[in-house]
């Protein structure tokens, strides 16, 4: 069976610094890659998606990932984060089993 | 465009009652999928159904049931409630769901709370 790790729990940075979120999944066949995210009080929200093409994609409000097939990763990047980029972050996979697996979420604090 | 949507947003049940939770997709989504997210941790895949026949189940015991109905909708059912039940139910629609190329886009949540 599929997972996907996320290797930070809770991240916490003031407003202007680089984020950057990991996310390793163990599935070797084809895959398609998500980022979601999750602000206090809201729904789930698609951030940005990889399903094939250019491994680097832009999704919204500046955020962007790289799939490195080789490493099985699909980490997130923000160049600089905002106080209201504060939210839970999980990566998820889906392959040929009509499952979307999620990791166990990333808390991002973002501080003024 | 209206997004998901999903009744009731919160519940309270006792264990070993059943709970009756409810979704419907965006319009023209022919695909709904549940998942279960318990505190601290990523949604959990319970069911995925597409034109009314259920395209996948996750590892999760017999009281939990789904149906889609014609209009897309559908129902997530749970018998004999257990404390370890409580959590939020998240209902995703997608156009065609499966493994191709679709984007899942999620409702609100029910939270359900067993007490």
């Known amino acids: 069976a599929q997972s996907v790790s996320q290797h930070n729990h809770h991240v916490i940075l003031s407003e202007a610094a680089s984020l950057e979120l990991g996310c390793n999944y163990s599935?070797?066949?084809?895959?398609?890659l998500f980022w979601y995210v999750q602000y206090p009080g809201q729904h789930l929200q698609l951030l940005l998606k990889?399903?094939?093409?250019?491994?680097l994609v832009k999704g919204i409000k500046g955020f962007e990932a790289e799939f490195i097939k080789s490493k099985f990763s699909f980490n997130l990047r923000k160049p600089s984060v905002q106080w209201s980029d504060t939210a839970e972050y999980f990566c998820?996979?889906?392959?040929?089993?009509?499952?979307?697996?999620f990791g166990a979420g990333t808390t991002v604090t973002v501080r003024a | 465009d209206a997004g998901v949507t999903q009744s009731p947003t919160h519940l309270i049940k006792t264990r070993g009652q059943h709970v009756t939770l409810r979704c419907s997709p965006i319009?023209?989504?022919?695909?709904v999928s549940w998942y279960q997210q318990v505190l601290g941790q990523g949604p959990q895949f319970i069911f995925q159904?597409?034109?009314?026949?259920?395209?996948g189940r996750g590892n999760f015991p017999d009281r939990f049931s789904a149906r889609q109905f014609p209009n897309y909708s559908s129902e997530l059912n749970v018998n004999a409630l257990l404390l370890g039940d409580s959590a939020l139910y998240l209902c995703?629609?997608?156009?065609?769901?499966?493994?191709?190329?679709?984007?899942?886009?999620f409702g609100p949540g029910t939270r359900l709370t067993v007490l």
């Open positions: 995703a629609s997608s156009l065609a769901g499966g493994p191709s190329a679709d984007t899942q886009y």
């Open positions: 319009s023209g989504h022919k695909s």
């Open positions: 998820a996979v889906i392959s040929n089993d009509y499952k979307l697996s």
């Open positions: 990889y399903f094939s093409g250019d491994p």
């Open positions: 159904y597409y034109e009314k026949e259920e395209r």
């Open positions: 599935y070797g066949g084809t895959v398609n």
